[in-house]
């Protein structure tokens, strides 16, 4: 069954605080391929938060998607100013656009993620490709 044509324009809750520390830029370089000389996170690292903003979609019983039946299509970040250890970042999904092709909904979201003073970081574009049931 296709995802509700409603969501699109839907904004979500908030995600609670994300506390980045140095060991979490650490853990997440280590686990990324990436370098981190204890400036700015690698530029991949706001995925922590904005993952978390998408989960409350998904997971979300009046949106329909099922978990199992979604594909990361495609994923990129606009920014304000590097994510340092020491913020505390939160995200803010919206869901940009929504249409129904070949069977599956492309659901292309929005995460604003702000700095514990509301202040804005950057922000995350992702497309969602959530598959049908017959499919």
Avoid: K
Avoid at 9 to 25: A, D, H, K, L, Q
């Amino acid at each position: 069954m296709a995802v509700d044509a409603s969501l699109s324009g839907r904004t979500f809750p908030p995600t609670p605080p994300y506390v980045v520390s140095r060991e979490r830029i650490v853990e997440f370089a280590a686990a990324t391929g990436s370098t981190y000389d204890g400036g700015a996170a690698p530029a991949t690292f706001p995925i922590v938060v904005a993952f978390a903003a998408m989960t409350g979609l998904m997971e979300d019983p009046s949106v329909g998607i099922s978990l199992h039946r979604v594909v990361h299509g495609e994923q990129r970040f606009t920014y304000t100013r590097p994510v340092v250890a020491g913020d505390e970042l939160s995200a803010t999904l919206t869901v940009d656009s929504l249409r129904q092709i070949g069977g599956a909904d492309i659901i292309g979201t929005r995460s604003e993620i702000v700095d514990g003073d509301g202040r804005p970081v950057c922000t995350a574009f992702a497309t969602l490709v959530h598959r049908g049931e017959d499919r």
